[in-house]
């Protein structure tokens, strides 16, 4: 029993550690943030070198970027986008709208914390942050995977009724 | 004996040749556009990646099938390539057999993508479809040019045909060209890959596939880069003597497609189609008249 403990561990260890060298973005541009993706991925800063690229489709990708301020109304897709997504699945949180709501923060159209709907492994915070910042914000989930510690996905499904209380509040 | 222990190598071999040629390319692309780029392995972990995933998500039986049938017939089609100093599978006819038998994987594709039932996949799956149309006219056409002038439908004999710099490239000028602008759109490259289009098709006939049916996918992919590469080597660029010269021409084959491929932007559908039967089908012709008149 403790043998096969042994191997499973060391196996989802291997697993992890190829895991994070290659990361599919659903780059779901919902807001201004948007804008630092294009020079995150091109030339300068070159993101697929750790292995991060842009994808289409929620089937397909790891990674969901919320790129901005939320909407109620995009609540609701963004929502529907995480659950389409195959896990381990993780979000990363962009610009500080969807840390506090930024500089939206009294706006009835606008919901404030984007981790009240959806387990978020990273925040990148600045208004909005710089293709570095990005950078470091993904090198930072990375090491979160190889430590084994991004486990949104697993919060998800134990905290459903959580997170569905949460969404069912603002979506009516 | 060692005959059958090849045969049932092959495909691991193509899976392997076929991972470093895709890798290349992405590494090769990224220096054109200046950029550091990924790692040679990269599509290895892409791969691992995806078959590690926790969950499936299926949407019926075809849709769990159509990769299989995908990666089961360019299996099969791997069989039928001679190796440098091997006869792989069938004594007769394996031109004309191997020219059916690429045409299957795409059929379990359409299955597969019909069944999800997404629009953006049906839009690809005809595409895809519609661009066979395209390039197997000229494909065909140099094909049998190929068949008039040697006399044989063996791949293996055509490959020891062109020995001793034979090429049929410098033989066979205008077939060669043809043919390699065939097996450039078979391979999707700029601008033929409307099928996949992220822009406008979201990724077409694999936008509802993810986990580990695009593992699948993906492995099928790496095999079919080694096919196109492997068999427009074998019948216009001579063969090899050994496979690390054969492997070596692939990637010079993979080397110029990657050099048009990143400059060029994407055709619509039905200019592809009309560029196949247009340019490359002329040159086709042209060549088949020119080794009609030669004997
Ligand atoms: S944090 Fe700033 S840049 Fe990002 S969405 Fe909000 S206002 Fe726009």
Redesign the pocket.
């Known amino acids: 029993m403790e043998m096969q403990d042994v191997i499973e561990e060391g196996y989802v260890g291997i697993l992890e550690d190829l895991r994070k060298r290659s990361l599919w973005m659903l780059h779901y541009c919902t ?3 948007a804008i630092e993706l294009p020079p995150t991925i091109t030339s300068r800063f070159d993101a697929e070198r750790f292995g991060i690229a842009p994808f289409v489709t929620s089937r397909q990708s790891d990674i969901l970027l919320v ?3 939320i909407n109620i109304k995009t609540l609701r897709r963004i929502v529907t986008v995480y659950e389409q997504m195959l896990p381990p699945k993780y979000v990363i949180g ?4 969807t840390i506090n709501g ?3 923060w009294d706006s009835y159209a606008v919901v404030k914390r984007l981790d009240l709907y959806l387990p978020v492994d990273v925040y990148i915070a600045g ?2 942050p710089t293709p570095m910042a990005v950078i470091e914000g993904f090198r930072s989930l990375m090491k979160l995977i190889d430590e084994g510690k991004a486990n949104g996905w697993k919060k998800y499904i134990e905290d459903n009724a959580y997170y569905k209380e949460n969404q069912r509040k603002v979506l009516g | 004996m060692v005959e059958k222990i090849v045969l049932v190598l092959t495909p691991v071999l193509a899976f392997f040749v076929g991972i470093f040629l895709v890798g290349f390319k992405r590494k090769m692309v990224a220096r054109i556009h200046r950029r550091y780029g990924p790692p040679l392995h990269q599509p290895l972990l892409d791969i691992i990646k995806l078959l590690a995933k926790k969950e499936n998500i299926s949407h019926g039986v075809m849709f769990d099938l159509g990769p299989v049938i995908a990666l089961g017939a360019s299996i099969l089609t791997v069989l039928f390539l001679p190796l440098p100093g091997f006869k792989l599978l069938t004594p007769y006819g394996d031109l004309i057999a191997f020219l059916y038998i690429m045409v299957i994987g795409s059929l379990g594709m359409a299955l597969g993508a019909g069944e999800s039932g997404n629009p953006n996949a049906s839009i690809g799956i005809a595409r895809a479809l519609t661009l066979m149309l395209g390039y197997d006219l000229p494909f065909i056409i140099a094909g049998n040019t190929l068949i008039l002038k040697y006399g044989t439908t063996s791949l293996f004999n055509l490959m020891n045909a062109q020995s001793n710099l034979h090429w049929n490239l410098f033989f066979l000028p205008l077939t060669a060209v043809a043919g390699f602008i065939a097996t450039y759109g078979a391979m999707g490259e700029h601008p033929f890959d409307v099928v996949v289009a992220p822009q406008e098709v979201a990724t077409g006939p694999m936008v509802e596939y993810g986990g580990k049916h695009l593992g699948m996918l993906m492995i099928d992919h790496a095999m079919h880069v080694y096919i196109e590469t492997a068999l427009f080597v074998t019948l216009f660029l001579g063969g090899a003597s050994n496979i690390w010269i054969f492997i070596l021409k692939q990637l010079g084959v993979v080397i110029v497609m990657t050099l048009v491929d990143t400059v060029l932007p994407r055709f619509r559908i039905e200019n592809a189609v009309r560029y196949f039967w247009r340019w490359p089908t002329i040159f086709a012709l042209l060549g088949l008249f020119i080794v009609y008149l030669g004997g």
């Open positions: 807001a201004c943030g790129t901005g301020y962009f610009g500080s709208c930024g500089i939206y208004c909005m």
